[in-house]
């Protein structure tokens, strides 16, 4: 059966809190907060160690964090925060990770911090390189580098973390060059916004990378980061379709539009299908009433999920 989790963004933190433990209660496998410099979060990690408290079984992390420069988060840190939410949360921690946007507005985004976006090649590399110093970190290993983009001298961190041998390793990967680190690094995939017929095209091409690194299909678990809008009625979804489409700044005849969930309680259990038929084992699904809760409930009840 398919996975359903729930991604959160917010400044406002007494909203965040009560999402989750609403989550929490209605049986959500998975619960996310975002990273990053945006202007609709606080740091990732610091809302991670105090959410971590809010939940007792969903598993816990970031929507994704970001590895591909020092500045942003170097691995003997990314490692160090790692370890302490998988500490506070009893072992629940997921590190999902992201090579990041391919846009000009993402880069000055970035770069208006001082910190270097290079290009999409040396994201990915730098990436992996990253990978393998957060697991070796975790192993309680004696780490000596001099990569592309990280040194480190004889590294070592202690307390190991609560999993063994390290919380699972997600990479969010749309592109070929992006998918063939995922398939010879990650323990689960993620791609963001494209249809069920997208998804498994994106999943085959994610198997033969694994096979080319001798490793199992189904040994990397695969999620989809999708919107989702349960309406009662044609005039509600046309709103929920309007504000999708106004907020990203898109016309009403958008492909991306395709990707949502907004239907009533039929098309929408149809749709999730759909993606599971196509090899979904999670959707990481952001609510349009967020941070109400009636619509993460609803689904709660439709999905049996408790």
């Known amino acids: ?44 990690w610091t809302m991670l160690a105090a959410l971590a408290a809010a939940t007792r079984r969903a598993r816990i992390g970031p929507a994704v964090t970001y590895a591909f420069d020092p500045a942003a988060h170097h691995p003997s840190w990314l490692a160090r925060r790692a370890v302490t939410v998988d500490h506070l949360s009893g072992g629940r921690l997921d590190l999902r990770l992201a090579v990041g ?117 189904a040994g990397v678990r695969r999620s989809l980061e999708i919107d989702v809008a349960l309406v009662d009625s044609e005039a509600e979804a046309a709103r929920c379709r309007q504000r999708f489409c106004a907020e990203r700044g898109l016309p009403a005849d958008d492909p991306m539009l395709d990707t949502a969930l907004i239907g009533d309680r039929e098309a929408v259990v149809s749709r999730i299908g759909a993606y599971a038929a196509a090899g979904a084992t999670d959707l990481m699904l952001g609510f349009a009433d967020f941070p109400a809760t009636g619509m993460l409930e609803r689904l709660a009840r439709v999905m049996a999920l408790r």
């Open 1 to 44: 059966m398919i996975a359903l989790g729930v991604q959160t963004w917010s400044t406002d933190v007494p909203a965040v809190e009560r999402f989750w433990r609403a989550a929490e209660a209605c049986g959500y496998a998975r619960i996310t907060y975002g990273d990053g410099l945006w202007d609709f979060t606080h740091d990732g």
């Open 101 to 217: 946007a391919e846009d000009d507005a993402t880069r000055a985004a970035w770069e208006r911090h001082g910190i270097r976006y290079p290009p999409a090649g040396e994201r990915i590399a730098a990436l992996e390189e990253a990978v393998g110093i957060v697991r070796a970190l975790w192993r309680g290993e004696r780490v000596e580098i001099e990569g592309r983009a990280f040194t480190l001298r004889g590294a070592q961190l202690a307390p190991p973390p609560v999993q063994r041998p390290g919380p699972p390793v997600w990479i969010a990967a749309m592109k070929p060059q992006a998918l063939a680190m995922a398939a010879r690094c990650a323990d689960g995939w993620e791609a963001s916004y494209v249809t069920p017929a997208a998804f498994a095209t994106l999943s085959a091409s994610l198997d033969a990378r694994l096979a080319e690194s001798g490793r199992p299909a």
